[in-house]
């Protein structure tokens, strides 16, 4: 039994008050649409600033900056796809890993998920909440503390998978509204 808080909840993923929001992003790092292009439109252009002197990540990587103007103090930017890719279980997979990695370097005790993938990178909703729920469950059996880990999603056509696939993981999750 973990002692993290997951919560399921229907919101703005740029409205989040965490320690770090994550971003569904290509290995690029260049912050276009969906996700990425709310991030770059609430967090201000330091944000692409940052990713741009990051330089590219490997497709399944994952890279950190600043959040700019968001209430989160980092960005962890996912890279589960390249620039107009598509996005695969394994990429997924191994961008999430990533992700917790950098979060429990960087101290992240909260932190806000996006369904990673799933917009235009095309990746089954299904599929993406059942890799997210072992990536997490993978992260937190390594010794990652976070406090609490806020899947943000958009209608309750994602909250359903989401809840299924975490509910048999952990069965303490929370599913919510804002």
Same mark, same amino acid.
């Given at each position: 039994? +973990? !002692?993290?808080?997951?919560?399921?909840?229907?919101?703005? %993923? =740029?409205?989040?008050? =965490?320690? &770090?929001?994550?971003? !569904? &992003?290509?290995?690029?790092?260049? %912050?276009?649409?969906? =996700? !990425?292009?709310?991030?770059?439109? @609430?967090?201000?252009?330091?944000?692409?600033?940052?990713?741009? @002197? +990051?330089?590219?990540?490997?497709?399944?990587? @994952?890279?950190i900056t600043g959040a700019g103007e968001l209430r989160a103090r980092y960005v962890l930017h996912a890279a589960s796809m390249s620039l107009g890719g598509r996005t695969t279980r394994q990429s997924l997979r191994s961008s999430m890993d990533h992700v917790f990695r950098l979060a429990r370097m960087h101290d992240v005790q909260s932190i806000a998920v996006? &369904?990673?993938?799933?917009?235009?990178?095309?990746?089954?909703?299904?599929?993406?909440?059942?890799?997210?729920?072992? *990536? %997490?469950?993978?992260?937190? *059996?390594?010794?990652?503390? !976070? *406090?609490?880990?806020r899947f943000v999603l958009f209608g309750e056509g994602a909250k359903t998978p989401f809840e299924a696939a975490f509910w048999s993981v952990f069965p303490g999750s929370e599913g919510s509204s804002c």
């Open positions: 039994m +973990h !002692a993290t808080r997951v919560l399921i909840i229907n919101g703005d %993923l =740029v409205e989040q008050e =965490v320690d &770090a929001i994550v971003n !569904a &992003a290509n290995n690029d790092l260049v %912050l276009g649409a969906g =996700v !990425a292009g709310a991030i770059r439109r @609430a967090g201000g252009p330091s944000i692409q600033d940052e990713c741009d @002197a +990051h330089g590219p990540v490997a497709v399944g990587e @994952a890279a996006p &369904a990673v993938g799933t917009g235009i990178a095309g990746f089954p909703i299904d599929e993406c909440a059942r890799v997210m729920a072992e *990536s %997490l469950d993978s992260a937190l *059996s390594e010794g990652w503390q !976070a *406090s609490e880990v």
